[in-house]
């Protein structure tokens, strides 16, 4: 495995359209383990492949209860309304609140090339929808109600060392 780079905000790979995975090889899976390896080490809890400067259709999560990589995913449904924080390991200075729907049900391969139907609620719900946006050049500040400013940024940093100590 190996840490790869993460493109940021300048880089207009980020605004492109991903195309769809065909081969589930073992080029594939040594790009899913990269991802996670890279996502783990900058503690995201989720990583699109073109944040790594691939455009391919492959997105994993982990929002700490096991990671799910999505192959070729798409939104079958989406319910309720929720809004909070979010932030973009492409975009590291910023945070915005973004309104998500609080539960979605997913279609999406595996790194075999299996289909299956997964449902995600809540924080999970909001990494998939923040993930698969990735796969068509979108970015969480074009859907956002506002920008958290400085000072929120920094007291919800502080509250967020807080809770990891506890
Ligand atoms: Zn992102």
Redesign the pocket.
């Known amino acids: 495995m190996a840490i790869r780079k993460i493109v940021t905000e300048e880089d207009p790979i980020l605004r492109k359209t991903s195309r769809p995975v065909q081969k589930f090889d073992e080029k594939l899976w040594q790009i899913l383990d990269d991802m996670k390896e890279t996502m783990d080490k900058a503690n995201g809890v989720?990583l699109?492949a073109v944040?790594v400067g691939l455009l391919r259709r492959a997105v994993i999560v982990d929002v700490g209860d096991g990671l799910v990589e999505l192959i070729n995913p798409e939104i079958l449904e989406e319910d309720g309304e929720q809004e909070g924080q979010e932030g973009?390991?492409?975009?590291p200075q910023q945070w915005a609140l973004v309104k998500r729907p609080n539960h979605v049900k997913v279609r999406a391969q595996n790194r075999r090339g299996a289909w299956r139907i997964l449902e995600a609620e809540g924080l999970k719900a909001r990494a998939f929808c923040?993930?698969i946006d990735?796969l068509d050049g979108h970015?969480?500040i074009d859907r956002m109600t506002r920008r958290l400013s400085e000072e929120e940024i920094r007291r919800m940093q502080e509250d967020r060392v807080q809770k990891g100590k506890g």
């Open positions: 989720g699109a944040q973009c390991l492409s975009l923040h993930e990735h970015l969480f």
